[in-house]
Nanobody, 123 residues
Framework: QVQLVESGGGLVQAGGALRLSCSASGRPGTNYRMGWFRQTPGKEREFVAAITWLGGSTAYAHSMKGRFFISRDTAKNTMYLEMSTLKPEDTAVYYC????????????????WGQGTQVTVSS
């Protein structure tokens, strides 16, 4: 059983930075993918970034590339999302997810989800 717990959300001013953490217990496989998604009311949950647990291969949504940085600490079983130059449109609930598909980048490929953490960027 895989359990994911996000933390680090909060309120930040536009232009600021925030780091989200996702603590994982259990693993979908020997190697697997972990990712971040975000969702605002009335919209589809959208891909933000993902990282392969072994090797650290990363993928980013085009609009986040250069502002967001995904990483993981294998010893702590924790994944991070460092967000910088935040904009009001980055306001969303951010979800941590895990997949047994090592190249996963779409919502349907991720079978394990955290409860989400709210990020609010004020203008």
């Amino acid at each position: 059983q895989v359990q994911l717990v996000e933390s680090g959300g909060g309120l930040v001013q536009a232009g600021g930075a925030l780091r989200l953490s996702c603590s994982a217990s259990g693993r979908p496989g020997t190697n697997y993918r972990m990712g971040w998604f975000r969702q605002t009311p009335g919209k589809e949950r959208e891909f933000v970034a993902a990282i392969t647990w072994l090797g650290g291969s990363t993928a980013y949504a085009h609009s986040m590339k250069g502002r967001f940085f995904i990483s993981r600490d294998t010893a702590k079983n924790t994944m991070y999302l460092e967000m910088s130059t935040l904009k009001p449109e980055d306001t969303a609930v951010y979800y941590c997810a895990a997949s047994s598909i090592v190249s996963a980048t779409t919502r349907s490929e991720f079978g394990y989800w955290g409860q989400g953490t709210q990020v609010t960027v004020s203008s």
